[in-house]
């Protein structure tokens, strides 16, 4: 009897650690959420509404493990604007978590990001670091790492990594070598399509950091407005479009491990919160 309860055990457990191996979460990007009456250059009306219908659509989503805001979630840098994102958003039935872009916070003429994620936290609950970049561990098998690339000053459209932060990057990852690592930012690296304006500056110490760590699956990253997977070096460089604009899109990802090549599998798909 002793020996049939121990081999429950062993099968419970073991095939417990083939499903760990195993990631679902939804990206969303570029809300560009805007109050009543805001002014700006871009179309940020149906930005509310917008907002509301995916986070409708995300909730019908069965297992996710979590969803990720990849930054410019509101287009205006003011408390108003962001009481209103995160009044939506915590009616999300996952935990969902941060990044900063450009529009977020700065201190010329906004919210700075210490105000901008003091505000994040009396909502959520699972957004405990008041630093703009950090990390969770969604389960034993993966990393989920957070960076901030947005030029505190003021309002910019270039994505800037401080040394700082790569340090921080470069430590995070060699305590973490077991697992597989997902980065999550708002500037990509590798550009979905050419556009100078928005590109990261001084780029070449991230890149370098890139090249010394085997345990980076995907980045995530948004910005562009544009979709696109690109493989540099077997890292996905993986940019969603914006939710700002109809029919609404997220990107659903899911990653997971196959037993015959002993390797991860990425796969994506976009979904509309609004059917065209």
């Known amino acids: 009897m002793r020996k049939i309860f121990v081999l429950i055990i062993t099968l419970i457990f073991f ?121 969770m561990l969604p389960n034993n098998d993966f990393i989920v790492i957070v960076m901030d690339g947005a030029i505190s000053a003021m309002a910019n459209s270039h994505g800037f990594y401080y040394d700082e932060q790569i340090e921080w990057l470069d430590n995070v990852l060699s305590k973490n070598k077991a697992r597989e690592a997902l980065i999550m930012q708002h500037f990509p690296l590798i550009e979905p399509c050419e556009k100078k304006s928005h590109r990261v500056r001084d780029p070449e110490n991230y890149f370098e950091l890139l090249t010394r760590h085997n345990n980076i699956f995907a980045i995530f990253s948004g910005h562009y407005h544009a979709e696109g997977i690109k493989q540099v070096d077997g890292i996905y460089h993986v940019s969603t479009p914006a939710l700002l604009d109809y029919p609404y899109e997220y990107r659903l990802v899911e990653i997971n491990f196959n037993d015959s090549t002993q390797k991860y599998e990425l796969n994506t798909k976009l979904i509309p919160s609004v059917q065209p």
């Open 15 to 135: 095939s417990s650690a083939a499903y760990a191996k195993h990631l679902k979460f939804v990206q969303v990007t570029d809300v560009h959420l805007a109050s009543e009456g805001a002014i700006s250059s871009r179309n940020v009306g149906n930005s509310i509404e917008g907002l509301k219908k995916a986070v409708d659509s995300i909730n019908k989503i069965t297992d996710l493990d979590f969803v990720v805001f990849s930054g410019d979630n509101i287009d205006q840098s003011n408390e108003e604007s962001l009481r209103i994102f995160c009044e939506i958003v915590q009616k999300l039935n996952k935990p969902y978590y941060i990044v900063l872009g450009n529009h977020d916070a700065y201190n010329m003429g906004g919210i700075n990001k210490e105000d901008y994620l003091k505000i994040v936290r009396e909502y959520n609950k699972y957004q405990k670091d008041s630093n703009p970049y950090y990390y």
